[in-house]
């Protein structure tokens, strides 16, 4: 489904990614794991078209996008829930779900979406006219994931759902993740707690100064010594 090639990325002289090559097939969900700043962010903006690599490409059932704009990507069936959710805070709930189905104008569809998410986050039906910037971390988390999902995206990528939440909702919200695949939505999914990511992860990647140095299932990895040292506090 998902398929980059050598991709190289720059932040002015900064080689932040480094011939980084992965795939993600249809059905899966797939994790890469790494320290901050190993290039996780990057590889993500960089397959949503918020960064142009400067070599390489990214392909999206069969379809280069890497020339691609942000608005075509989405429209091809990609949505990406961004790290720090930013959820649009003056605007509500109601609001910030129906700007996730603007490029769409199926009225019925959208309708069925909404009662999809309200049926997923009945959090968000009750504060459908609140402003976004009044929920909580976790309310806002699923607003960002609820908003994502009202493209009918076919692949999700997911940037750091459980920062700067308490272990309950971060149960919580990777719980939503699997219950998102098991929908159908394939899922590449950038996660700091590794334990979690990997706990649910078909496969995973690890990225290390901008390079990927392992890969294999996410029980594989969850049982390798080196990644335990390295991040799973083993």
């Known amino acids: 489904m998902l398929e980059i090639k050598n991709i190289d990325v720059f932040y002015g002289v900064i080689h932040a990614l480094k011939d980084i090559s992965l795939t993600v097939n249809e059905g899966e969900i ?12 990057s590889t993500l903006r960089t397959i949503s078209g918020l960064i142009r ?17 942000v608005q075509d990507i989405v429209k091809k069936g ?3 829930v ?23 104008n199926d009225k019925k569809g959208i309708k069925e979406d909404f009662e999809k998410i309200y049926a997923r986050f009945p959090i968000l ?54 219950d998102i695949n098991r929908q159908g939505t ?3 999914l950038v996660e700091q707690n590794a334990n979690m990511a990997l706990s649910i992860a078909h496969r995973a990647y690890v ?5 990927i140095v392992l890969s294999g299932s996410g029980k594989e990895l969850s049982q390798s010594e080196e990644i335990k040292k390295a991040y799973l506090g083993g």
């Open 207 to 211: 990225l290390e100064t901008g390079s």
């Open 125 to 178: 039906e009750k504060r459908s006219k609140q402003h976004a910037g009044t929920l909580s971390g976790g309310e806002q988390q699923m607003l960002a994931i609820g908003r994502a999902l009202m493209s009918r995206p076919k692949l999700l990528l997911m940037d750091e759902p459980s920062m700067g939440l308490a272990p309950l909702l971060v149960k919580e919200i990777f719980s939503i993740i699997e």
């Open 78 to 80: 990609l949505s990406h």
């Open 53 to 69: 690599p400067a070599k390489g490409s990214v392909h999206f059932n069969g379809e280069k996008i890497s020339d691609k704009s």
């Open 82 to 104: 961004p790290e720090g959710r930013h959820v649009f805070a003056s605007m509500t709930v109601l609001e910030n779900l129906e700007l996730g189905a603007y490029l769409r």
């Open 186 to 188: 394939t899922i590449l």
């Open 30 to 41: 797939v994790t890469l794991i790494g320290a901050n700043g190993a290039g996780k962010t």
